[in-house]
Nanobody, 124 residues
Framework: QVQLVASGGGLGQAGGSLRVSCAASERTFSNYAMGWFRQAPGKEREFVAAINWSGHRTYYADSVKGRFTISRDNAKNTVVLQMNSLKPEDTAVYYC?????????????????WGQGTQVTVSS
């Protein structure tokens, strides 16, 4: 398994920006697709964004498309989720994950390694 440590997030305002990062300890980081998921209180964990091993393919949930950007740096074993135009409904714990994508519709089952989660709170 890949060890993942998420950081960043915190408190932001509606319309503002926040950034969450994830660092991986695995030297074969570039072998894995990376994803971000989130879970709001009382709701199920949902897919947010994913990026393939090379960084050339990205995938987004409709709710964040055009506002969030996922990127990766394989030399630094990191993946970043840049969140712009924040909305109060983006409030959740954000989890990074590593895995292998089965198709072009990433889902939690594709990811076998998960980070500890980082809180993002957006005030209106």
């Amino acid at each position: 398994q890949v060890q993942l440590v998420a950081s960043g997030g915190g408190l932001g305002q509606a319309g503002g920006s926040l950034r969450v990062s994830c660092a991986a300890s695995e030297r074969t980081f570039s072998n894995y697709a990376m994803g971000w998921f989130r879970q709001a209180p009382g709701k199920e964990r949902e897919f947010v964004a994913a990026i393939n091993w090379s960084g050339h393919r990205t995938y987004y949930a409709d709710s964040v498309k055009g506002r969030f950007t996922i990127s990766r740096d394989n030399a630094k074993n990191t993946v970043v989720l840049q969140m712009n135009s924040l909305k109060p409904e983006d409030t959740a714990v954000y989890y990074c994950a590593a895995g292998v994508l089965a198709n072009d519709s990433p889902r939690a089952a594709d990811f076998g390694s998960w980070g500890q989660g980082t809180q993002v709170t957006v005030s209106s």
